[in-house]
């Protein structure tokens, strides 16, 4: 497949600069892992949901997904990119689709991957039961589905007490929702969410709710453990600095942490990444509309530094006009309004971000016998051994213990090792940089990428002479 | 739990994971089908070798890999189908 513009992503920020360049006449594809587009924020009802009542996030959704239908746009849904290649001023996207292998080509590429949950690693936080709280919200959104009650909901920022206030309008059992935050964090944020006061007043409105249903809500709290045999069977919570604590009977946690850029892709595709704390840790440096250090390549969206669902739908629009004018299409005439509203989403988002990121690890709450890297088995203890003896950086550690070699590509343990290591060492956060980021992107079956053959018909060479 | 209102979902259709009969929905998720049947235990971890299940749910984390016909899928993105033969990776813990 060929393009004029090639954009990864149809979250909010991808499909909005899709359906931007195609306004422009160019000719764009559009590729997403999801089954439709909408990203995590707008996902999709699934299609076993004959009628649901419609919730902002679902309208939101189908509307670009209307807009979308309706653009021209050639949409590839549940195709999952896995390697990012230039040659000389095209750009080409390696990517699996129903076990079959394709590259989409491009004149300019945008890449709009989206945001994951990075959870503080505690004991038990592998136990069955426990679930992302960004996952856990996806799934609310895609299935209508509630984890097993009763659940405690606990994380930072926004997105505990909307998780919260879902699972109960979807007739779930909440034990408890917990908050990393103090009530005097979100008072202080006031005068900044004021600027979308429709949003703030959301926001007031599920914790109200939550209050009014007798819902307890713990304020500066954080998990230090979940206890279980073959699933969750209690979560304890104490204040951040330790403190007494108290536990809760549950049999699913709903697990927020703070929310990190996907900078995978973009780091492939050769941008080099810097730590910004206030955009979730490490990601590209992004100029004016998304353009990059990189001709042709532009970012935008939460993948460029977390900020939020509106600022994803403004910074798509205008890095899509750009990809469109370096493909060769005119531009839009006056982009300082969009500009303008671009920037004012973009505090709003800060300011979420910032409170989100109270679930910022405490890495004290890592005991020893933790277990850091899910797909490897690897401890806290082992990580912290290997990085005593001489593992400088990620890498090292990386071939020391296989903390991060698994299937998940280290994309859950990498950056909580990164900041226990800085914390024994005296090192400030961002100190230790992510490895080297090399294909695939994802998981990918290799009988997508070999054609069929038969074994007969492999040229094979006569054995050497003895 | 108390039925959600106003939802309407497509009949159920019934599945296996692990030999055992369980019913979701058509189309929606197997992890979450299991979620719903009160199966959470997806498979074993390495080194501690403990109980394990779907974890991230949008295919990011792959703790929920599951196989059906011997092909490795997430149970996170692996559609609900009548007659659908799910197996865990390995023995269950």
Not at chain 1, 343 to 357: I, N, Q, T
Not at chain 1, 379 to 389: G, H, R, Y
Not at chain 1, 457 to 463: N, Q, R
Not at chain 2, 34 to 55: E, H, Q, S, Y
């Amino acid at each position: 497949v060929t393009a004029e513009v090639v954009v990864l992503g149809a979250g909010p920020a991808g499909a909005n600069a899709a359906i931007a360049a195609a306004g422009t006449g160019a000719a764009v594809v559009l590729i997403d892992e999801g089954r439709a587009a909408g990203g995590q924020v707008w996902r999709a009802k699934g299609p076993a949901i004959l009628a649901a009542p419609s919730t902002p996030e679902s309208a939101a959704g189908d509307a670009l997904r209307a807009r979308l239908a309706a653009s021209g746009i050639d949409v590839l849904a549940g195709a999952r990119a896995w390697h990012i290649e230039r040659t000389g001023d095209v750009w080409t996207l390696h990517v699996e689709q129903d076990d079959s292998w394709r590259s989409v080509a491009g004149r300019a590429l945008v890449i709009a991957a989206g945001a994951r949950e990075e959870v503080t690693p505690v004991p038990g936080w592998t136990l069955p039961g426990v679930i992302g709280l960004a996952g856990a919200t996806a799934l609310m959104k895609e299935h209508l589905a509630v984890p097993p009650g009763p659940v405690v909901v606990a994380g930072a920022g926004p997105l505990v007490f909307f998780a919260a206030s879902e699972i109960r309008r979807l007739g779930g059992e909440l034990a408890l929702v917990a908050t990393a935050n103090r009530r005097a964090d979100w008072l202080a944020a006031a005068p900044d969410l004021a600027a979308t006061p429709a949003l703030a007043l959301r926001g007031a409105g599920w914790i109200a709710g939550l209050r009014a249903a007798g819902v307890p809500v713990l304020w500066g709290h954080a998990v230090a453990g979940v206890d279980g045999v073959d699933g969750v069977e209690g979560v304890r919570l104490v204040p951040p600095g330790g403190g007494p604590g108290r536990r809760v009977a549950a049999r699913s946690l709903c697990y927020g942490g703070r929310l990190v850029p996907n900078a995978e892709a973009a780091a492939l595709a050769g941008l080099p990444l810097r730590y910004d704390a206030t955009a979730g840790g490490w990601a590209p440096k992004v100029g004016e509309d998304g353009a990059t250090t990189q001709p042709g390549l532009f970012v935008c969206g939460d993948g460029a530094g977390v900020r939020g669902a509106v600022a994803a739908v403004t910074g798509g629009t205008l890095a899509g006009l750009a990809a469109a004018a370096h493909a060769g299409r005119a531009g839009a005439a006056d982009l300082r309004d969009l500009r303008v509203r671009h920037a004012r989403a973009v505090r709003f988002g800060a300011r979420m971000a910032e409170l989100a990121s109270a679930a910022t690890v405490d890495t004290a709450l890592t005991t020893s016998a933790t277990i850091l890297c899910r797909c490897e088995g690897v401890t806290a203890a082992a990580a912290l051994a290997e990085a005593a003896d001489g593992a400088g950086g990620l890498l090292s550690l990386k071939s020391g213990t296989r903390l991060g070699m698994g299937p998940c590509g280290g994309r859950f343990c990498l950056g909580a090792a990164a900041r226990l290591i800085e914390a024994a060492r005296g090192l400030p956060p961002g100190s230790l940089r992510p490895p080297t980021p090399r294909p695939p992107l994802r998981p990918v079956p290799i009988s997508a990428l070999a054609a069929s053959f038969a074994y007969e018909d492999l040229p094979m060479p006569k054995p050497a002479p003895l | 739990m108390s039925p959600a209102p106003h939802i309407r979902r497509v009949p159920p259709v019934r599945f296996t994971f692990a030999g055992r009969a369980v019913e979701g929905h058509p189309g929606e998720s197997v992890g979450v089908a299991l979620m719903r049947a009160g199966v959470t235990v997806l498979g074993k971890g390495p080194g501690d070798g403990g109980p394990r299940g779907m974890f991230c749910g949008m295919g990011l984390c792959q703790e929920c890999l599951v196989q059906v016909a011997g092909r490795r899928v997430e149970a996170c993105r692996l559609a609900v189908a009548e007659g659908l033969v799910v197996e865990p990776l390995g023995p269950l813990p």
